[in-house]
């Protein structure tokens, strides 16, 4: 588990405009993508649709790339390479599952 630090009266925008206190931040976590880890920052919001919501913030930080017209992230990782984020389509039997495909590719 991460270490955490408590902030009373700590409120958060989320997309629909909806404030949210929290009083928790994980610092130090660890993210893992395909094969690589990252550190990041987890404040609990209790909302169960998502596992992990990351910020501008945290993909500023590891110099991500948002490519709109592909719908992909592309993160560099070590060695030139970079790993690229896709949410790929899967049949109803998944639900409302949203599922990432992440392949590295080289920098050209």
Partial sequence: MCPSIVRPGYV???ADRKRVQVDRIFL?????????LFSIDLIPLGHGSFDVIVGMDWLARNKAMIICHEKVVEIPVVG???????????PEEYGKTKILM???VQNQ
């Fill in 80 to 90: 030139g390479e970079a790993l690229r984020i896709k949410e790929i389509n899967e």
């Fill in 102 to 104: 992440i392949v590295k």
């Fill in 12 to 14: 958060i925008e989320i």
């Fill in 28 to 36: 130090d976590c660890k993210l893992e993508l395909g094969n690589s």
